[in-house]
């Protein structure tokens, strides 16, 4: 198995609010990896270091062989292999679904306007927005919008996706097809490190649990392991947290 | 509606028989709604004009490029940069705080002056560099207002794609920004169009200079009401097209906050 990814001491601080402190993290080839805790415990600024929108302040990142946290790197060159997906989607409001899918490759990568249309529609096909591809952002629904914003970034044929909490902007009904896609990138031995809030399924479709608390992995280990028997305190408090808030 | 009609209808015409029974009306309505003395001057100061229509037009061009240079230079990111954003301030600071007035004159009167080889003497070059000079500070502040109005998330989703810096602000960002500052960059313009006057200060026969020309000939102001109507004829119309604008701006994007 090849290594895609390795955080090693990854600090990070917003003036003088410490959000990571010491993240060690590796992540295998095809390997799913799910990030859960309580919101502010840096599961998204660990995946906006990887992705270089914010610079670590200690520590290393290794990216299929690649240290992107040394000085001097191509970040643009960097975040071509990695695809990220947020939260709020992020779509490019003044431009069509196809235009939006297509911008990365040809603009960053020099593909061709005609290649990168046919590659896109067939993402496009693949994913069900086929006859989205004119529409403009707003006229669709949260779902397609970031089904759309993960096609956008798998235009881009990353070798590693970086999840966001992608669901948590979403209507209850509408998370279900957009999971439906992750659960389908994960069948194709893609690369995924994922953020979430959706245990059930973080259970189902992670090779791995990582629980994150105030800046560091506290608890890591196979799914089964993680959300069964716990070993740490701060796990167990959060998971039982959670299932009380499903019961109400 | 009807009684908005009936309301406005009287207001005037209250204002108007005021107006016309005051003592000194009959002087005033010689001395500036003189018919006659209009038909003989319109003619050379509708000529006249078209200086000024040449000034803002070349003007507009350029100042809608240079200030959108100079609030991209502002929003260079990064310490490197520091230097360039700081000339970009200065620009803006002291070009927005000089009055334009003398700026028309330290550069019409100073630059010719200097008798440099190959520099323009003309006083409407250096009008028009003037006004350029002035309404680009005030355009790129404009500019930089739209550029700040995105979300840095945007930035943020273009860069993850591999985008520089260049290409985020030239495909994802300014595009969107335009959009949302062409009404008070209209405005800015109207601004820019009556200032054209000033370049008369040089000696440039545009239309207020042509106005004032004739006053000084028939002894009878009606010249600068006519000037005024040139300039009215061209600024209500654009003044009309940017309340649309905005108006049209504020319903879609109302639209957008019930979608969303």
Request: glycine share 8%; hydrophobic share 50%; proline share 5%.
């Amino acid at each position: 198995m090849t290594e895609a990814l390795r955080l090693a001491g990854v600090h990070k601080s917003f003036g003088k609010l410490e959000v990571l402190r010491g993240i060690d993290l590796a992540v295998e080839e095809h390997e799913v990896v799910c990030l859960i805790g309580a919101s502010g415990s840096g599961k998204s600024t660990l995946l906006r270091c990887v992705n270089l929108l914010e610079r670590v302040d200690a520590g290393r990142i290794v990216v299929l062989g690649d240290e992107i946290t040394a000085s001097g790197v191509d970040v643009n060159r960097i975040r071509r292999r990695i695809g990220i997906v947020f939260q709020a989607f992020n779509l490019f409001p003044h431009m069509s679904v196809l235009e939006n899918v297509t911008l990365g490759p040809r603009k960053a990568l020099g593909v061709p306007r005609a290649q990168a249309e046919e590659e896109a529609a067939a993402l496009l096909e693949r994913f069900g927005l086929a006859d989205k591809r004119d529409e403009y952002p707003d006229r669709l629904s949260g779902g397609q919008q970031q089904r759309a914003a993960i096609v956008r970034a798998l235009a881009m044929k990353p070798d590693i996706m970086l999840l966001d909490e992608v669901t948590s902007a979403l209507d209850p009904e509408l998370v279900g097809e957009v999971l439906d896609v992750i659960r389908d990138l994960a069948a194709g031995g893609m690369t995924m490190v994922i953020a979430t809030h959706e245990m059930g399924f973080a259970r189902e479709t992670a090779s791995r649990v990582c629980f994150l608390d105030e800046g560091v992995i506290l608890e890591e280990g196979p799914p089964a392991q993680i959300f069964s028997t716990p070993r740490e305190p701060r796990t167990q408090q959060f998971l039982q947290r959670i299932l009380q808030a499903r019961r109400l | 509606m009807a009684i908005a009609l009936a309301s406005t209808a009287l207001f005037f015409a209250v204002i108007v028989v005021v107006v016309v029974n005051s003592a000194g009306w009959p002087e005033v309505k010689q001395a500036f709604f003189n018919g006659e003395i209009f038909d003989e001057s319109f003619p050379e100061i509708r000529s006249a004009f078209l200086i000024n229509v040449k000034i803002f037009c070349i003007a507009e061009v350029v100042i809608l490029f240079t200030a959108l240079g100079l609030a991209v230079l502002r929003s260079l990111p990064g310490p490197v940069f520091f230097p360039i954003r700081l000339l970009a301030i200065v620009y803006a600071d002291f070009f927005r705080g000089i009055p334009t007035i003398l700026l028309i004159y330290i550069l019409g009167f100073g630059i010719p002056a200097l008798q440099l080889e190959g520099v323009p003497t003309d006083e409407m070059f250096w009008g028009t560099v003037a006004l350029v000079l002035v309404y680009t500070a005030y355009v790129s502040e404009v500019y930089r207002a739209g550029i700040e109005s995105v979300h840095p998330s945007q930035n943020a989703a273009a860069r993850s794609l591999g985008l520089s810096h260049g290409q985020s602000l030239r495909y994802v960002v300014i595009p969107q920004a335009v959009r949302r500052v062409i009404p008070p960059l209209l405005n800015d313009f109207i601004g820019l169009q009556k200032d054209t006057a000033l370049v008369a200060l040089l000696g440039v026969i545009e239309a207020f200079r042509q106005s004032q020309i004739d006053v000084a000939s028939t002894f009878n102001y009606t010249p600068y009401l006519a000037t005024a109507l040139m300039f009215l004829i061209i600024t209500v119309p654009m003044t009309r097209f940017t309340d649309w604008l905005i108006a049209r701006d504020r319903k879609r994007r109302q639209a957008a906050g019930v979608a969303a």
